[in-house]
């Protein structure tokens, strides 16, 4: 099947020598229903590219997304934005990883050259793609990357199959908000794919950890505190004497919003990312400014973040909710959208 191929950058590729074929969940036009696994061509690696086999691959919103609604390339496409796997084969100039070694995957290409490469900020790269959506992503029995984006890890496989989203979107958050220790942190949604992270990391930091959230498995996580919506409010107001949060996280978008802004406090930070519930809403501006609010909207994060949650999220643990092989990925989304999940869905390649 020439043409169809796992290279991530996009652009044609010549499988002079096709090596062999290899399973791969993929769509030619856009809609859960068209997602197939079919047979791909894979082909020999480039200067600076790695082979990995896929083992474990997650779902995230964008994941739906990227099969239902976002333009994508190249076409056919291959969904799976967060994945982790071992190494099968090293290109030339490779000297990062080994065959046979588990890696973590920075699931953004980068070109490391950019103005905002040389800043760090890799999310922002001037011909920056995600994989899964801008480029072929993970779920898929091999993938090539470029070996920039992997980094040798012994971390378990759920915990590295949830590093480049899952993870390291709110830690950016929890970063950018500059969460500091004794600082009280809310976190909406906390049973979520990147709640539940936020949970830890928060408590890690040495914040007190207020988690919001319908879920009592959320206490194994290590909140100081786990609230239904109903009585968040009245909660963070006691445990603060009235002065309400120093920093809430709202991952879930529109419908969250007015709760976000009522938990935070004078001088506080509101911030968010992802929009689960939508992302149109009004905001009473004298509400934001008379309390000195400071809004801080945030994507993905940085390949430094990314490795130094190589060493903090030894402690991090994952809820696994269901696992689905390859070959039943399309009901592993329908999952996902059901909204009945408990936990992460995850796909099992290999
Ligand atoms: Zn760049």
Redesign the pocket.
Known sequence: MSGESLGTDGKAQYPHRVVFNVKALLFERQGLENLELRDVDTRELREGEVRLRVTLASVNPVDILSVEKLRVSPMPHIPGSEFTGVVKEVGEGVENVKEGQKVAVYTRL?????D??MRGE?TY????KRMGVEAQGGYAEEVIVPAINVFPSDLPEEALASLPIATLTPYHALRTARVSPGETVVVLGASGNTGSFAVQLAKFMGATVVAVTRKEWVKELGADYVVDYSHADVLVRDITEGRMADVVVNPLGKDYWDLGLKLVGNLGRLVFFGGITGNQTSINLGEIYSRHISLLGTNRGRVSEFVELLRLCRRCKVKVGKVFPLERGVEAMMEFKSGSRDGRIFIKVN
């Open positions: 980068f070109d490391g050259k950019c905002m490469c890799q790269c001037v011909s920056g």
